[in-house]
């Protein structure tokens, strides 16, 4: 089975069939409607064989659908029918629910995208549920003002980086967390990661997307694939989404 992936991110759209090695990307923004993406991805795949489609989308999903507006998207998105667009079976997830689940290894596993927010993201034995971690009082804010980017800019990246240690400690102690996973674009910022964390990788949202459709047909991806992406933004938000699968060790 041959899987086509886009990642929806605030900058640039990232697509990636599967076998390929470096993905194909396109500008993101906030004029970009669904028909748009869609009409530059199969411009891009005119001559690509891929049987169904995962999309990494930068807001709520719940179901597979999006429920909410992206800001930093054009309109149009909620209720758009990607099925019938692509005429193949898609599969919709929040993007860093995709990333999460791209660099999954196993156990109980808390995933924290450092971006304009802070995106979060538990995997327990294989089940993949987003949370809204960054709306949580923190201080004399949340999380997102603390770890987000308002972090960064009030706050300065060293002390920014002190609070990102403090707040971590507390969620994985919170969650009991076994591992914990910092993504994002920001989460590079950091001089040395909080201890206990590893850091994710951008390209770990493709094999999210490839994951999606593990065991249907017999598809199996590796965990240790690796991909060469460019440059990657890693905004969006939590979702209510999800999903069952086996993870590969």
């Known amino acids: 089975m041959k899987v086509l992936v886009i990642d929806i991110g605030e900058t640039n759209v990232k697509v990636l069939l599967s076998g390929q090695k470096t993905p194909q990307v396109f500008p993101s923004g906030p004029t970009l409607t669904p028909r748009q ?31 909410m507006q992206s800001h930093n998207l054009g309109r149009g998105w909620v209720g758009f029918d990607f099925h019938a667009a692509f005429s193949r079976q898609v599969k919709i997830i929040n993007e860093a629910a995709m990333e999460a689940l791209g660099t999954y290894k196993g156990g109980r596993m808390l995933f924290l995208g450092l971006g304009t927010g802070v995106e979060s993201v538990l995997v327990v034995n294989g089940k993949l549920i987003s949370l809204k971690l960054g709306h949580l009082p923190y201080q004399k804010g949340s999380f997102d003002d603390y770890l987000g980017i308002r972090g960064i800019q009030r706050l300065g990246k060293k002390k920014w980086g002190r609070h990102v240690a403090f707040g971590v400690a507390h969620l994985i102690a ?51 694939a690796r991909f060469v992406p460019e440059e990657t933004e890693g905004h969006g938000y939590g979702t209510a989404h999800t999903v069952n699968f086996e993870a590969a060790h």
Not at 203 to 222: C, I, T
């Open 37 to 67: 993406m869609v009409c530059q991805v199969r411009e891009i795949g005119a001559n690509w064989n891929y049987d169904v489609v995962s999309i990494g989308y930068p807001g709520l999903v719940l179901r597979g659908q999006e429920v």
């Open 174 to 224: 919170a969650l009991h967390a076994e591992d914990l996973v910092l993504g994002g674009a920001n989460a590079k910022k950091l001089k040395q990661l909080p201890a206990g964390c590893r850091a994710g990788d951008n390209a770990d949202v493709f094999l999210g997307g490839f994951r999606l459709w593990e065991n249907v047909g017999g598809q199996k991806f590796p965990a240790h």
